[in-house]
């Protein structure tokens, strides 16, 4: 277990991601010593202001490591044949070894229709359905950021999934689908609740892992968590205040789990971290140093 990332019950995603950083540019550097450099680009839509600040982000955490990205911003009135051409034109681009289009995307542009656009073996998201569903059958190299960031810091943790019960709150496609089999690769026994599902209280209550990503603030109580139970905090939302705010109530969770994330500071850093491995992976990927195909038990 790596200590440093856990302090008095607070899980600490920077520090995590530093950790990942680091090796994320040793390997790098060893790539850059053979004429490999690992380039990838982010393309933004439209005016959101929290995207602009995460593919700042993103791009900055690019520059730690040695990687080199370029960012493509299209205007809001962007038609979707456009964002297609742009894909295209970044899908056979032969120096380019990774490609994200940044969510959400202006209405009317078809999030999913674009997501498909993205080649494969570009795909750093881990977005594209040929790649869930490589990560459903467990096997292939390319998982989304954020439940890989999330699987990553229960590695650090220390704590073996095997035999634990876990619950993943919320079921969308880019966290709690393939979180849900991330878990269940580990070897836990998992539960998935959404809006849907009655009494949340006492499944969470029976959990020794909770993932939560539903951007509902605080709709997780301190006291419905099992204790020494580990929580992860995928929500984010911007309070009246400016302040921001997870789907957690962070003070009454800490006084009960072994370990919960901090929002901010928590799940975010480790998805740009992992969006750096994931990078590392497509420019390996395109050059044949690792297979498409990875099988794992």
Not at 13 to 19: M, N
Not at 273 to 284: E, F
């Given at each position: 277990m790596e200590h440093s990332i856990l302090v008095d019950g607070v899980i600490?995603?920077?520090?995590?991601?530093?950790?990942?950083r680091a090796r994320v540019k040793e390997e790098v550097t060893e790539l850059r010593a053979e004429g490999i450099h690992p380039r990838v680009a982010f393309v933004r839509v439209g005016e959101d202001a929290a995207s602009e600040t995460y593919v700042r982000a993103k791009a900055r955490a690019c520059g730690w490591v040695g990687v080199r990205s370029e960012h493509i911003h299209l205007p809001s009135n962007t038609t979707q044949q456009d964002l297609f051409a742009t894909i295209d034109r970044l899908n056979s681009d032969n120096d380019l070894d990774a490609l994200l289009v940044q969510l959400p995307l202006p209405d009317g542009l078809g999030g999913r229709q674009v997501l498909n656009r993205v080649a494969v073996d570009k795909d750093v998201d881990g977005f594209h359905p040929e790649n869930l569903g490589a990560l459903v059958a467990g096997c292939g190299p390319l998982e989304p950021c954020t439940p890989s960031g999330i699987m990553r810091l229960i590695e650090m943790l220390g704590v073996d999934l095997r035999g634990k019960r876990a619950l993943v709150v919320g079921r969308s496609v880019i966290v709690g689908r393939p979180m849900y089999n991330l878990l269940v690769r580990g070897h836990a026994t998992v539960m998935c609740a959404h809006r849907h599902t009655p009494d949340l209280a006492s499944l969470v209550a029976q959990a020794d892992v909770v993932v939560v990503a539903t951007g509902v603030t605080g709709l997780i109580r301190g006291s419905w968590i099992k204790p020494g139970a580990y929580v992860f905090d995928v929500g984010i939302t911007r309070q009246a205040d400016g302040s921001l705010a997870g789907d957690v109530c962070f003070d009454e969770a800490r006084g009960r789990a072994a370990g919960v994330t901090p929002v901010p500071g928590g799940i975010g850093p480790m998805?740009?971290?992992?969006?750096?491995?994931?990078?590392?992976?497509?420019?390996?990927l395109r050059r044949g140093l690792i297979e498409r195909t990875i099988h794992r038990a």
């Open positions: 600490d995603g920077r520090q995590a991601a530093r950790i990942v998805t740009i971290a992992q969006l750096l491995s994931n990078t590392l992976t497509c420019a390996k």
